[in-house]
């Protein structure tokens, strides 16, 4: 049986515990600071994991919590090509935040090996304990005006060194400049260089130098490891119990948070009529889609089975804590399975693009989206084309007009829940890598909101369609504009 310890530097309390001196984790002994080396270049990489704790502690507010249940998770391209069980999908949710939580957790590790104070320096077995329920998260209290007060304040870090930085870039181009300016002048004679004026450039390069002395005042750069990690550790223990709090209904894995805080009932219970417990196999616009294009015939509800639903939605805590990143649990009947989450999304948008510009697909415009495809891909669209279109070769322009017509309508529904998971997948690849290069990245979509978890075989057919829409809208737009209409969907 393992023995619950309750940390003192949670709850508030006096207790002390008999191996590791947690009291003193995060109200650090102000006699010791002054010995502690300061973060220096390292400041930099502190700044950007605050940001990112900064940034997952605001996503986990109770507006924010409500808009993922009642906006994200209720998508139709969400429901439709990836699953309708809202447990499910909360559970790749709760995945991803604890994956970009274990992110700062590594991050923070390296530089408490650097702290003077020994709690600080165990805090990788700290967060462990806490990941396996060994230890009580205490009396904590998300959004309190305490632990606002340091989320603000790290915040203003964040800030500050960013100004830093950018200081610091101006800076080295000025001396590279001030370099060149003295050089410039060795070269001239004495009457010419005492004629040149450089005082507005001395200037300006002064001014820079003070704004980056300031600037290292009052950011991380001055701030010992042990007040930058000690303020990090603290906000990372009141993260990681929201999560417990906001998503352990649904992640059975996760320690249980009734000693967290007792919120109201609104608070805990996010669909208070709904019973969790039982999965639903609706499947989002299948039904309309089904009957509107009638060649989509899909008979699965999502990209897993009810019971590998089941399965990964228990052991997905347990692989996060194991290092497996969200993206590793794809399986290959998936579209990021099979590695073309990118690919798809790109060839989505392009015949959105295409379908409310129907005059701008040109041959170069299809030759380009065809050659997007896979190979069998294209061996199915060449397929429905031959077999569709060259048997209407000889059709008059009022039944072209009527189809298409009717493909469009068709299409423009389709691409109301197509197209928002493809921007979305776009949009999730670009914000990772932001959040590698800036300061102030703050990520807006979720992995499970693209087409990463999408059902490859839903998907594949989907496309097919409305590439074939898309052929039938080319071919009358060209005759109706004069153009040549043979060889459009024969290829």
């Known amino acids: 049986m393992v023995m619950q310890t309750t940390m003192a530097w949670l709850s508030g309390a006096s207790t002390k515990t008999t191996h590791i001196n947690t009291r003193n984790l995060f109200c650090l002994d102000k006699s010791s600071s002054p010995s502690s080396v300061t973060l220096g270049i390292l400041s930099f990489e502190t700044a950007r994991t605050m940001s990112h704790l900064v940034h997952i502690y605001r996503s986990l507010s109770s507006e924010e919590f409500s808009e993922l249940c009642e906006g994200a998770l209720k998508s139709q391209g969400v429901a439709f090509l990836n699953s309708s ?51 009580d998260f205490g009396k904590l209290e998300y959004a309190s005006k305490s632990v606002e007060k340091l989320v603000e304040k790290m915040d203003k870090y964040v800030k500050a060194t960013s100004n830093l930085h950018a200081a610091l870039e101006s800076l080295a181009e000025l001396e590279i400049s001030e370099g060149k300016i003295k050089k410039w002048k060795q070269n001239l004679c004495p009457k010419q260089a ?211 017509e009717g493909w469009r309508e068709a299409l423009e529904e389709m691409m109301s829940w197509l197209a928002p998971v493809a921007h979305d997948t776009v949009k999730w690849q670009q914000e990772r890598y932001l959040e590698k290069q800036r300061f102030d990245a703050k990520p807006t979509v979720m992995l499970f909101q693209t087409l990463h978890f999408a059902d490859l075989e839903k998907t594949e057919v989907a496309i097919v369609e409305v590439l074939v829409g898309l052929s039938c809208i080319y071919r009358y737009e060209n005759k109706r504009l004069g153009g040549r209409p043979s060889g459009v969907g024969c290829r």
């Open 85 to 135: 069980d809202e447990r499910f999908l909360l559970s790749l949710a709760c995945a991803e935040k604890l994956e970009e939580l274990n992110r700062a957790v590594n991050a923070v590790t390296r530089l408490a090996r650097k702290c003077t104070d020994a709690s600080l320096n165990q805090f990788d077995q700290t967060y462990a304990e806490m990941c396996l329920g060994v230890r």
């Open 194 to 404: 005492n004629k040149a004026n450089t005082d507005y450039f001395d200037e300006k390069i002064a001014y820079e130098r003070k704004q980056v002395k300031h600037y290292r005042d009052v950011s991380l750069w001055n701030q010992t490891f042990d007040q930058s990690v000690g303020l990090m550790t603290r906000v990372i223990t009141i993260i990681y119990a929201r999560i417990c709090l906001l998503f352990g209904p649904y992640v059975s894995d996760l320690p249980r948070a009734s000693k967290i805080t007792k919120p109201t009932s609104q608070r805990m219970r996010v669909h208070p009529d709904t019973n969790f417990m039982h999965f639903t196999s609706k499947s989002g616009p299948i039904a309309k889609s089904s009957q509107k294009f009638g060649t989509i015939r899909i008979a699965k509800s999502g990209p897993l089975p009810k019971s590998e639903d089941k399965l990964i939605g228990k052991r997905i805590h347990l692989d996060i804590v194991k290092n497996q990143k969200v993206m590793q649990l794809a399986t290959e009947s998936t579209v990021g399975g099979a590695g073309l989450a990118l690919r798809y999304a790109n060839i989505i948008i392009y015949a959105e693009r295409y379908l409310y510009a129907p005059t701008c697909i040109n041959d170069e415009a299809r030759g380009y989206l065809y050659e997007l495809l896979p190979e069998n891909l294209k061996t199915t669209v060449r397929g429905k084309l031959w077999g569709h279109w060259c048997t209407r070769a000889h059709e008059g322009s009022g039944g072209s007009h009527s189809l298409a």
